[in-house]
């Protein structure tokens, strides 16, 4: 098992940037699947991007070219870089650690409020 502890929701108009961080501990940070997701009220929770050890990326058809996720092994961090925020993007953002296809991890969360 790894712990995360996600930093960085917050409120921002639409148009806006936020990052997110996500502080893992407890394991070999490189031997995780790091990835985002989301759950907005009234839904389902839902894949926002993921990375490899190596840096492989995928991303939700709904974030591509405003979302980038990144990872420093070095800091054991995985970010999220969101860009050109929209109100639909309002949710509460989790981060998660996978390994063999299976759940290490979640964070608590942490909210992020598009709105103007």
């Known amino acids: 098992q790894v712990q995360l502890v996600e930093s960085g929701g917050g ?7 936020l ?3 996500c502080a893992a501990s407890g394991s070999i940070f490189t031997f995780y699947v790091m990835g985002w997701y989301r759950q907005a009220p009234g839904k389902q929770r839902e894949l926002v991007a993921t990375i490899t050890g190596g840096g ?3 991303y939700a058809d ?3 070219g405003r979302f980038t996720i990144s990872r420093d092994n ?5 970010y999220l870089q969101m860009n050109s925020l929209k109100p639909e993007d309002t949710a509460v953002y989790y981060c998660n650690a996978k390994r063999f296809g299976a ?3 979640w964070g608590q969360g942490t909210q992020v409020t598009v709105s103007s």
Do not use: I, M
């Open 74 to 78: 070095t800091k054991n961090t995985a």
């Open 56 to 58: 492989s990326t995928n």
């Open 62 to 64: 709904s974030v591509k």
């Open 11 to 17: 409120l921002v108009q639409p148009g806006g940037s």
């Open 103 to 105: 759940n290490a991890g």
């Open 19 to 21: 990052r997110l961080s």
